[in-house]
């Protein structure tokens, strides 16, 4: 089993600073895909960042040039830098690993963006 351990969230103003942090359990956090999801209220879970066991990385329109999302294998831990925040990046972020026998989540992590 693996688990996903989320922090970093609060609360921030506009054009504020947070970083994200997901530590996994297990050292299949090497060989695994890791990213970021979000939930907004009354949303769906929209995928955020992603970043592959080989450091490529992918984002989602909206948050090119203010996100950035990074792994530190040493550490088993995937972070992501979010900066410029905005309102409507508000809600709760969850980690997700996945790898050929894994697809496992965080509890997820609350962001509010707030002017």
């Known amino acids: 089993q693996v688990q996903l351990v989320e922090s970093g969230g609060g609360l921030v103003l506009t054009g504020g600073s947070l970083r994200l942090s997901c530590v996994a359990s297990?050292?299949?956090?090497?060989?695994?895909?890791m990213a970021w999801y979000r939930q907004a209220p009354g949303g769906e879970r929209e995928l955020v960042a992603r970043i592959t066991s080989g450091g490529s990385t992918n984002y989602a329109d909206s948050v090119k040039g203010r996100f950035t999302i990074s792994r530190d294998s040493a550490r088993n831990t995937v972070y992501m830098q979010m900066n410029s925040l905005k309102s409507e990046d508000t809600a709760v972020y969850f980690c997700?690993?996945?790898?050929?026998?894994?697809?496992?989540w965080g509890q997820g992590t609350q962001v509010t963006v707030s002017s």
């Open positions: 297990r050292s299949i956090f090497r060989v695994s895909d």
């Open positions: 997700n690993l996945r790898s050929l026998l894994w697809n496992a």
